[in-house]
């Protein structure tokens, strides 16, 4: 080695995900497919819960047409509607939270004990609450659609016997 090579170059500090040795060469490309797979079964559950609340849409025909006929206001069924699928996520985002904690204290007691001067950590700070927030409010939006759309386009006045009907099933 040559002194004058490396003269200006002089010792550097940097992060473990920041070094060309570090984690972030081998880690970075999965945890960003475990991000899409994250992401992809969160809204395949926001689907399948969607059609839930669309297919018990359906069978509260009868309630909601009555409710139309008393005098209720189309609003206050799609206020209605978006309640139930606010508490229904809500409560889905509370015990994904709470088994998240639970998994992440369950996956680092599983490691074995390890004579490093680091040791591999991870939590669930505010941002990624915050997120989940987020997410949470935008998967009751999404699963919230297809019976509010249910009541905007219907009516028991239409003419429409299907409307009072029970639905087939």
Known sequence: LHPEEYRDRGPRLVTRWQSPWGASRFMGPVVLVLGWMALAVLVTAAANV??????????????????????????????????????LAIGGGAIGWVASRLALGALFSSFPPMNLPI??????????????????LLSALASALSPILLVRHASPIDGDPAWMSEPAG
Not at 55 to 79: I, S
Not at 125 to 135: A, I, K
């Open 119 to 136: 040791a591999p950590s991870a939590e669930l700070g505010l941002d990624g609450l915050g997120v989940g927030v987020g997410l949470v």
């Open 50 to 87: 969607s059609g839930l609340l669309l297919a018990r849409g359906l069978k509260r025909r009868r309630d909601l047409a009555l409710r139309l006929a008393l005098g209720a206001e189309r609003l206050d069924l799609v206020r209605l509607l978006a309640a139930e699928s606010l508490l």
